[in-house]
């Protein structure tokens, strides 16, 4: 089938969160992890590439970007969506911009639109700030948050360093008055010389706005949320028939490298139900992963049990100032990488990974290719089917702040029923 939306995702999890929103619509949707090797065979109307380039160097992950789009062009997409992390996260180099630009390059166009808005995950921007629930970016877990702590919650500031032509803003009160104001106020804008414009969006019919006055635009950028009206837009996103579910071993474990607050307090609300095993970075770079792999050995995968590095922001920045945050962030996403491929070799068939670099790191250690998407766990978060090592396994990738509490055992419980 030919493509008529190709997405980019800057990682993992924020794919299988792009595409579960897609699938909502019913419409047929392929993740794909990487670019694919070869030229584009058996697409779906939705295609969905998967990379790991949101804590990259500008220039890979620009690299990594157009070649993704240089496939999804030959798969015919006409309209192209750069998803990136509902809280905006990007280093003080910044890739959401210099990407943006690199597509907007490649594909001729004067001016995007930036939207990150996620209401049912409690994101909305409003005049070109973004909040977490009830405060601004700044003042959120994502102040601390390992990788990318977030120091400022408007939207134009941020994006301004990293992208070379002006950056605007329509605010709250022009979405409100419909599609028509919207594409008005953006061909003004256009007119102005504004070739980035921040859209605010408070509530899903925000969103609906937006999607309808943008979905003709070759590039759309944003969180999944704006991205999941698209299918209904286009035509061209028809359903496809849903292979059955592959019949899985009960083996499971639980990974988490992901040190956001909900993922915290997910990973304390599991250890009262599960073993755990809690790996250190200091101890990983002068011992290794031996005594994780020796601990995994001695569990039964029925019990799901559970491998974290999630700390508190306090021993994440002494871990840091120890190693340095890419050393200690690449020690534990090696290990649990490593812990992955042990248990699916001892017969694990369940994956549930916490965290997006994680998610990365782990998923390309199990040598998944493509995922099948299936019903979401909690908003953004769906179980996907896949290949890995000749065997069939299932597989969440948790975002760091999505999912209730009980989102470790709530997926474990559901896997079953798909
Ligand atoms: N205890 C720790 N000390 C230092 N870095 C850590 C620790 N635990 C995890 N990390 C790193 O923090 C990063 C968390 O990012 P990620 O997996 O994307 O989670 P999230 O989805 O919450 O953003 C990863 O690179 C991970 O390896
Ligand atoms: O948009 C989102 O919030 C997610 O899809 C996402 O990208 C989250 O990233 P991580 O928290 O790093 O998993």
């Not at 921040?198 to 019919?205: E, L, R, Y």
Request: charged share 20%; hydrophobic share 50%; with cysteine.
């Amino acid at each position: 089938m030919a493509t008529v939306l190709g997405c980019i995702a800057d990682d993992f999890t924020g794919a299988t969160d792009l595409a579960g929103l897609l699938a909502r619509s019913g419409a047929a949707v392929r993740l794909r992890m990487g670019v694919p090797d070869g030229p584009p065979q058996d697409t779906a109307g939705i295609e969905v590439i998967a990379l790991k380039i949101r804590t990259a160097p500008v220039a890979e992950a620009v690299a990594q970007a157009r070649a993704a789009l240089a496939w999804l062009r030959a798969a015919g997409a006409e309209r192209v969506f750069w998803k990136y992390c509902s809280t905006f996260d990007s280093t003080p180099q910044g890739n959401i911009g210099p990407v943006a630009e690199a597509l907007m390059a490649d594909l001729g166009v004067q001016q995007t639109i930036y939207c990150p808005a996620f209401p049912e995950n409690g994101r909305a921007v409003f005049m070109g700030n973004l909040f977490v629930g009830r405060d601004p970016l700044d003042e959120s877990p994502m102040k601390d948050h390992p990788l990318t702590p977030m120091r400022d919650a408007n939207l134009m500031r941020l994006l301004a360093p990293q992208v070379t032509r002006p950056v605007g803003l329509v605010d709250r009160l022009c979405v409100a008055r419909g599609a028509g104001a919207l594409r008005a106020e953006l061909g003004r804008l256009d007119a102005a010389g504004v070739a980035h414009v921040v859209v605010d969006a408070v509530a899903d019919a925000d969103l609906g706005v937006i999607a309808e006055a943008c979905h003709d635009m070759p590039l759309m950028t944003g969180g999944s949320a704006v991205a999941a009206p698209l299918p209904g837009l286009l035509s061209g996103g028809a359903a496809e028939a849903r292979a059955a579910a592959p019949d899985l071993a009960p083996g499971a474990v639980v990974l988490s490298g992901s040190c956001s607050a909900m993922t915290r307090a997910q990973v304390s609300a599991y250890l009262r139900r599960a073993p755990g095993y809690k790996l250190d970075p200091l101890v990983l770079r002068t011992e290794g992963a031996g005594a994780a792999l020796a601990w995994l050995e001695a569990q039964a995968l029925q019990d799901a049990p559970l491998v974290y590095a999630t700390a508190e922001p306090g021993e994440v920045r002494a871990a840091q100032q120890a190693l340095g945050v890419a050393e200690a962030g690449a020690l534990v996403e090696d290990a649990l990488a490593r812990i992955a491929v042990a248990a699916r070799d001892r017969g694990a068939r369940r994956f549930v990974v916490a965290g997006g670099e994680t998610s990365g790191a782990v998923t390309q250690a199990l040598g998944v290719v493509q995922l099948d998407v299936r019903r979401e766990i909690a908003p953004g978060v769906p179980w996907c089917f896949a290949e890995s090592g000749g065997v069939d396994i299932a597989l969440t990738l948790k975002s760091g702040n999505f999912g209730a509490e009980s989102f470790f055992a709530d997926a474990l419980a559901l896997v079953d029923t798909l």
